[in-house]
């Protein structure tokens, strides 16, 4: 089986609690059995992170590709104004870029990591669910936080009608929080939405 984890944000530019969450899951499961097989796609558009990333990667048993920097993928990121236009044109390029890399057309299921509406997250939160379409396979959604907020400055925002479209296409979706798991069940997908504690690597 073989997982595609979505995140935009990886080493070498950023380590911290969702990277190390999405290595540490990887390697477990990738030593308790041969079968379970794991890549990641994250971004590279960002000029900012773009000379230290390569394209493609290896960290352990995860195999890194980085998607971007395209012509629109840089004005997206460049432009304080939120053009919606921009938005879209980047991420079509973000798409089509990603379905032409031949390990995606063995992906079993997509693996999206946390609900955000900042740039880089709402980005990669569509082409989570553009790729779920595309390859007709299913999609799992992972909550990393215990704070939600309308606005998205803070918590996450699941009232959002884009987060809500996501919610309502993945097959499952995970959260440590009990209080998260209540306002699930409020948006009507609480028969896929599973609690799940945050794993603890006790030979780390």
Known sequence: MLICHIYPFFPPHKLGGVQKWILSLSQFLSKSTEEMRFLLLTDRS??????????????????VYRL???????????????????DKLSL?????????????KDVDVFHLHGLWLYKEYKQYMNLALLLS??????????????????????????????VIKVLNHAKAITTYSPSILEVLSKLGVE??????????DTES
């Open 191 to 200: 028969s896929k939405s599973y609690l799940i504690p945050n794993f603890v």
């Open 92 to 104: 079509l390029q973000l798409f089509r870029e990603a379905i032409n890399l031949q390990p995606l």
């Open 133 to 162: 379409r595309y390859f007709d396979r299913p999609l799992v959604v992972t909550l990393h936080g215990d704070v939600v907020s309308k606005s998205g400055e803070v918590g996450m925002p699941l009232y959002n009608p884009e």
């Open 68 to 86: 971007g920097p395209h012509i629109f993928s840089t004005l997206f990121y460049s432009s304080r104004i939120d053009w919606k236009i921009i």
């Open 46 to 63: 960002n000029f900012y992170y773009y000379a230290a990333s390569p394209k493609k990667s290896q960290y352990g048993s995860l195999q």
